[in-house]
């Protein structure tokens, strides 16, 4: 991410133009020197684009018909397609079940504060944008440790007035810093919705994948929930399993759960109607005006809704 805009001052220039370009400086608004700090907050944390492998985010963004991936990344995008067609249309489903998801919450909950852990490079309408076409106020904060994705942090940090958005560089493995960092934005007393979309088929059971997802719902007020997506095999066994072995080809380690291991996640919580179903069957009626319906056939992501009571 670019620096700030900064006046620099010649060394010829004269006293008067340097007093000028200072009562310029302070002029600033207050919600000019907020948004330069939370851009600076956004700063922390690695900063180097590794473009001689794939990630997992610059493919999905290839798959959604982003610009920001590589060649090593379409590459890989073009090797899942020669395997699945209908990869960019699993990741469009995905995207679109985050944003019913979001939407139903905002709407029947009443919840007005969220959680995104591994937001991935930004594609419009991203979840604040949802959240706070239905609640101006919402408090929206993303995490992921991404260095493309900080590069775009900019992007995530322009929402309503009366609202507040935010982006925390840190590691989706390292939930007691990830709550460290967001108490500071979001209230932990007051529901909150935990969005944890494509992200837990990169943590393997022995990386700790459900215990990550038991410290940051334990952390949550009753009234919160936990939307998650992630891969399964139940649907196209097959086709799941050569993407997955093209995956680690390339580098990136991928678990396929069945819909049981999926309800692992979802211990101790309630889980909405229509249950743990494919992210297209996850209330389609709530597709937004405009917005292209998934299609006919399985997409192999499992999506979910729990409530914490």
Not at 53 to 69: E, I, S
Not at 99 to 119: H, P, W
Not at 165 to 191: C, K, M, N, S
Not at 226 to 247: K, Q
């Amino acid at each position: 991410m670019t620096e700030p805009a900064v006046h620099r001052t010649d060394t010829s220039r004269t006293d008067a133009s340097r007093t000028d370009a200072s009562r310029t400086d302070a002029s600033r608004t207050d919600a000019s020197q907020t948004a330069m700090n939370r851009t600076a907050t956004a700063r922390t944390g690695p900063s180097r684009i590794d473009t001689t492998r794939p990630h997992p985010a610059r493919v999905y963004d290839w798959f959604l018909g982003g610009k920001d991936n590589y060649p090593v990344d379409e590459e890989l995008g073009r090797q899942i397609m020669a395997i699945e067609t209908g990869a960019p249309r699993a990741a469009h489903a995905n995207r679109r079940f985050m944003q019913r998801a979001t939407r139903r919450l905002a709407r029947k909950t009443g919840i007005r504060q969220f959680l995104d852990i591994g937001t991935g490079i930004p594609t419009e309408p991203n979840l604040h944008q949802i959240a706070q076409s239905v609640a101006p106020d919402a408090r929206v904060v993303y995490v992921d440790n991404d260095p493309i994705v900080l590069a775009h942090a900019e992007a995530l940090l322009h929402g309503t007035p009366e609202g507040v958005t935010e982006y925390l560089q840190a590691d989706a493995r390292d939930p007691r810093g990830i709550l460290e960092q967001a108490r500071r934005v979001l209230d932990f007393d007051r529901p909150i919705a935990l969005s944890l979309i494509a992200l837990l088929h990169f943590v393997a059971d022995e990386d700790g994948a459900y215990e990550l997802v038991d410290a940051l719902v334990e952390a949550l007020a009753p009234g919160s929930c936990l939307v998650l997506s992630a891969m399964t095999a139940d649907f196209e066994p097959e086709h799941v399993r050569r993407g997955i072995a093209t995956y680690a080809a390339g580098g990136v380690t991928l678990v396929a759960r069945s819909q049981a291991e999926m309800g692992g996640f979802f211990k101790g919580l309630e889980v909405m109607e229509p249950g743990i179903v494919s992210v297209a069957d996850w209330h389609p009626e709530l597709t937004a005006e405009g917005e292209k319906p998934d299609g006919q056939g399985p997409v192999s992501l499992y999506g979910a809704v729990g409530l914490k009571p």
